[in-house]
T-cell receptor, first 110, second 116 residues
Framework: EDKVVQSPLSLVVHEGDTVTLNCSYE??????LLWYKQEKKAPTFLFML????IEKKSGRLSSILDKKELSSILNITATQTGDSAIYLC??????????FGKGTRLHILP | EPEVTQTPSHQVTQMGQEVILRCVPI?????FYWYRQILGQKVEFLVS????????KSEIFDDQFSVERPDGSNFTLKIRSTKLEDSAMYFC??????????????FGQGTRLTVV
């Protein structure tokens, strides 16, 4: 059965800290891995990763995929209170199905 | 910036009633999805739709669910006879189909369905 596992489930850090969120997957016919940020309602797209070892960056956020280890990390440097959210990892597998992990709930203390 | 829009934002319905959740995907997108998120739980895939037919569906998407693209812009999810456990946030998403590949999905703001 296809699955996506994220860790940790919950993380509380102080503003300015750097955090690393993990995602591992077992998905048939992997096509891409996606990171989303969910605040109040709908998830908003962050990154799409298809190739191993190529880092994607957007401001203080970066992400990289390791296809050999079947995993990805999402890094956030110099965290701010506005980064508090649930971060969702999702993997596109066969037949265009997207499978989500349970998410990591990140809380940034001022 | 183009976005996926969903209506209504919140609907309360009695058990056994039919509901239709509406979505307007981004205009040049060709793949459409419905997901749901029961309060406090993970986002779950329901169904994907391409070329006017269901591309893939999960085990959650049983006979009480149906999807339709009644015109060129709307994409609807119908729940025929709602149950209490259908209470959830329902998200619509759409994506491009480009060079034989589905691109990243963009989500609407969701419809909160409460079944009483």
């Amino acid at each position: 059965e296809d699955k996506v596992v994220q860790s940790p489930l919950s993380l509380v850090v102080h503003e300015g800290d750097t955090v690393t969120l993990n995602c591992s997957y077992e998905v048939t016919n992997f096509r891409s891995l996606l990171w989303y940020k969910q605040e109040k309602k709908a998830p908003t797209f962050l990154f799409m990763l298809t190739s191993s070892g190529i880092e994607k960056k957007s401001g203080r956020l970066s992400s990289i995929l390791d296809k050999k280890e079947l995993s990805s990390i999402l890094n956030i440097t110099a965290t701010q209170t506005g980064d508090s959210a649930i971060y969702l990892c999702a993997v596109e597998g066969r037949d265009d199905k997207i499978i989500f992990g349970k998410g990591t709930r990140l809380h940034i203390l001022p | 910036e183009p976005e996926v829009t969903q209506t209504p934002s919140h609907q309360v319905t009695q058990m056994g009633q039919e509901v239709i959740l509406r979505c307007v995907p981004i205009s040049n997108h060709l793949y459409f999805y419905w997901y749901r998120q029961i309060l406090g739980q993970k986002v779950e895939f329901l169904v994907s739709f391409y070329n006017n037919e269901i591309s893939e569906k999960s085990e959650i998407f049983d006979d009480q669910f149906s999807v339709e693209r009644p015109d060129g812009s709307n994409f609807t999810l119908k729940i025929r006879s709602t149950k209490l456990e259908d209470s959830a946030m329902y998200f619509c998403a759409s994506s491009l189909y480009r060079d034989g590949k589905v691109t990243e999905a963009f989500f609407g703001q969701g419809t909160r369905l409460t079944v009483v």
